[in-house]
């Protein structure tokens, strides 16, 4: 090791302080940064490659689903949010205001925006005219602007990206399918791209997006047993066209109003891919996000670095004709030991050594982030050993977390039990819900959990309401959440 580099310093481990955990492990992968702005963070190169890949799959997706890009204004008129009043007294705590431009005071304020149903309402209304024009499939990639109180760098800011869509629809069951259709999208993505396991469900009244008629979301669990919201996906009705006057000449030759419905996941799921498969070494990517899958170090005396190198390079130009996303760190100053710590805690899916004694045996060593195994593998074989190592480490990870999530989940009967429970366990909660505002707010109040979601396939059905003992309409998660 070289005299002016020290080993990767120690992370707050998650069991003493998750918290610190997360912000040093962010902090020392140099995903981000702190900006000058409150609530604001710059995302530096490894943490935004991570949201390229995931904008990425993720298009795709929309795309073989029929949807098209756009790009709409960040500045809303205020009198937009007045149309439709649940969507305004929803966000408006969280809006922020331009007033003034160019040194003159504006006739109307400005919201940045928040979320774009307004000004996509405004739009549609000019660009549908009759059933022809149906369904309108766009989806907006953006950057919007909620004033948090409380922020949590990815998971909660004061400024994030995303992406948000909005599509209308002749009648209510080509929308209801629009919208059930995309939050399987964001199900399948969050499964076999993040390897994160979710809940499917629909949410509470009390919980569902401002303006909705009804929203449906999928529900991560962190390793610190708390959730994180991963995806919504909104079914509007005609709240929305009536407001904005999104109406169509049916095939009677008649007007009707539009069903809309919006959808969209954001620059948390970084966090949460953070949050649900990092440990006390620090990241652990998943392969098909992560900015490199592959970091190749090659070792050995300096008599023997000319030739592993030469094999190195040849080697990455195999690997990256692939499409495999590979690095090299062949710096001489540095130790194999620092590289293997530095890169661990970089969460790169795989660590490839290459030595003098390797190059004459034919074969160099993979190492799992994962299971830290180490597996000696031929050079001529190399391309499908690393992408079948891939594929192995996306599925231990999912499995593990999994496992981790099904080990977390509980049942309760009472709110007392939950508490109780609460003391010793973290994780979620199944308990049942009569349906009563009043009941999901003393859950609230008295734990701190909020309602997750109804669950399409809960493990069980619970009988009772957990706080008044009435029949359980609904079987429900709770949980402490980000």
């Known amino acids: 090791m070289s005299k002016d580099k020290g080993f990767v310093t120690e992370i707050t481990p998650q069991g003493e302080d998750f918290s610190k955990w997360y912000i040093d492990t962010i902090k020392k992968a140099e995903l981000m940064d702190y900006s000058p702005v409150r609530g604001c963070i710059v995302f530096r190169p490894d943490g935004y490659a991570i949201w390229e890949n995931i904008q990425k799959e993720l298009d795709h997706r929309f795309k073989e689903t029929g949807h098209r890009n756009a790009y709409f204004p960040i500045f809303i008129p205020e009198s937009f949010f007045q149309k439709e009043k ?26 940045i925006r928040p979320t774009s149903e307004t000004m996509f309402g405004h739009m549609y209304a000019q660009w549908i005219n009759s059933y022809r024009d149906l369904p309108m499939l766009i989806n907006q990639w ?51 791209v993040l390897a994160i396991p979710v809940i499917k469900g629909e949410k509470t009244p009390s919980e569902r997006f401002a303006g909705a008629v009804d929203t449906f979301s999928i529900e991560a669990m962190m390793k610190d047993g708390r959730a994180v919201q991963a995806g919504t996906s909104h079914y509007l009705g ?16 008649t007007h009707q109003f539009c069903h809309t419905t919006s959808w969209g996941v954001s620059t948390r799921l970084i966090g949460a891919l953070i949050m649900v498969h990092g440990d006390d070494r620090g990241l652990v990517l998943p392969p098909k996000v992560a900015a490199t899958q592959v970091i190749m170090i090659p070792i050995g005396p300096p008599k023997t670095r000319d030739v592993v190198i030469g094999k190195t390079d040849e080697l990455y130009a195999q690997l990256k004709a692939a499409g495999i996303r590979v690095r090299i760190d062949d710096r001489a100053d540095i130790s194999p030991g620092w590289k293997f710590n530095e890169y661990e805690m970089r969460g790169i899916p795989i660590r490839l050594e290459l030595g003098p004694r390797d190059l004459e045996n034919g074969q160099c060593v993979l190492v799992s982030r994962v299971s830290g195994e180490k597996k000696a593998v031929a050079l001529d074989n190399l391309v499908a050993e690393v992408e079948s190592l891939l594929a192995q480490i996306h599925t231990d990870m999912y499995e593990r977390a999994s496992k981790f999530r099904d080990e977390n989940t509980y049942s ?71």
């Not at 649940?86 to 919201?111: C, M, Q, S, Y």
């Not at 066209?241 to 009677?252: G, P, W």
């Not at 493990?459 to 309409?473: F, I, M, Q, R």
Request: net charge negative; glycine share 4%; with cysteine.
């Open 238 to 253: 005609t709240k929305f066209a009536v407001a904005f006057d999104i109406k169509y000449l049916d095939r009677d030759n």
């Open 86 to 111: 649940d969507h305004i007294e929803g966000f408006n705590p969280e809006l922020p205001w331009v007033t003034e431009a160019a040194g003159e005071k504006l006739e109307e304020r400005l919201a």
């Open 142 to 192: 953006a950057n919007v602007v909620r004033w948090e109180k409380r922020t949590l760098p990815f998971l909660r800011t004061s400024e994030f990206l995303w992406q948000e869509g909005h599509t209308a629809h002749e009648d209510e069951t080509d929308a209801r399918k629009e919208t059930m259709t995309m939050l399987d999208v964001y199900t399948e993505f969050c499964e076999n």
């Open 412 to 482: 309760v009967d009472t709110l007392d039990e939950y508490k109780a429970a609460m003391e010793e366990k973290r994780g979620f909660a199944l308990a049942g819900w009569c349906g009563s505002d009043a009941c999901e707010n003393q859950v609230k109040e008295e734990t701190g959990a909020t309602s997750r979601n109804i669950p399409f396939e809960p493990e069980e059905t619970k009988s009772t309401c957990l706080v008044c003992g009435d029949a359980a309409k609904h079987t429900v998660v709770f949980a402490r959440a980000y």
